[in-house]
């Protein structure tokens, strides 16, 4: 992992070339020619449209964008609002998921009876523990995780109790989808999916404070890439966080995976 470069300023930019305004607008769109929506990290490093410089491209981009950015009441630590934009191609995606990603389950037969559907859902939450432990480091094989739920014997190491965590947590957001989301059940989901996978146990399933001194750090530099906001104001954080998650919006209509997206991001930050 490392930092994108920081972009360069396009609005003093195109204040300091007003004459090249329209030559840029011209030429650019939201995103690059394959319908990308990228960073000036990339760009910079991506042949620009014919007749204009890289820093040019970026100054007509960010333009572009800025007409159509959707502001959010969550913001930084310096009280920056966070803000979004729907280009077509992110329309179009969004729209197949719509389509093939609703949760209807295909099948040629009809699951009809209740035993069937009960099999189905455990077999699709067992698969959804594994896959999501992968992704976050478990190397646990996929025969051995199922091996263990189906015995129900008690995790080996760390990777199988991750594994066995996210089941429970999946079962803990079953019980829970049709509330609304509180603090409560943030911490409680925390404490559940940290479970006997932390150096110091007491930190499951609470708010950090000052002296955990919490950043990201480059593994490879020992950069530091990231301080969260101070932990004074987690409570309240938190709480807004809630609210956009159960559908407060100062943005209109946001479409579910671009809210998930958001929320995603937001714990994380």
């Not at 620009?48 to 040019?56: I, K, R, S, V």
């Not at 913001?75 to 389509?99: A, R």
């Not at 992968?134 to 051995?144: D, S």
């Not at 309240?236 to 671009?258: M, T, W, Y």
């Amino acid at each position: 992992m490392k930092k994108p470069q920081k972009p360069p300023d396009s609005i003093k930019f195109l204040k300091d070339n007003k004459e090249l305004i329209f030559k840029i607008i011209d030429k650019t769109g939201l995103t690059d020619s394959k319908g990308r929506y990228l960073h000036w990290d990339k760009i910079r490093h991506l042949k620009p449209p014919e007749g204009l410089t890289n820093e040019e491209w970026w100054a007509g981009i960010k333009l572009k964008r800025t007409n159509l950015y959707n502001e959010l009441f969550l913001k930084d630590e310096h009280g920056h609002p966070f803000k979004f934009c729907v280009t077509d191609t992110i329309h179009q995606d969004l729209h197949w998921l719509d389509m093939n990603a609703a949760g209807t389950i295909s099948t040629n037969k009809p699951v009809a009876n209740s035993n069937m559907r009960s099999t189905y859902l455990i077999k699709s939450l067992v698969e959804e523990a594994i896959n999501s432990s992968q992704l976050e480091g478990a190397t646990t094989t996929r025969k051995v995780a199922k091996e263990m739920m189906r015995q129900g014997r008690s995790p080996k190491d760390k990777s199988e109790q991750m594994i066995l965590n996210n089941y429970h947590a999946m079962e803990f957001i079953r019980d829970y989808k049709y509330e609304h989301l509180t603090p409560s059940i943030i911490l409680e989901l925390h404490k559940i999916v940290t479970e006997g996978t932390l150096d110091d146990q007491s930190k499951a399933g609470v708010l950090r404070v000052k002296e955990d001194n919490i950043c990201v750090v480059d593994s490879s530099s020992f950069d530091t890439l990231h301080y969260p906001p101070d932990a004074s104001c987690l409570e309240k954080r938190l709480e807004q966080l809630c609210a956009f998650a159960n559908g407060a919006s100062d943005a209109g209509f946001i479409h579910p995976v671009i809210r998930a997206v958001t929320l995603h991001f937001m714990l994380s930050y």
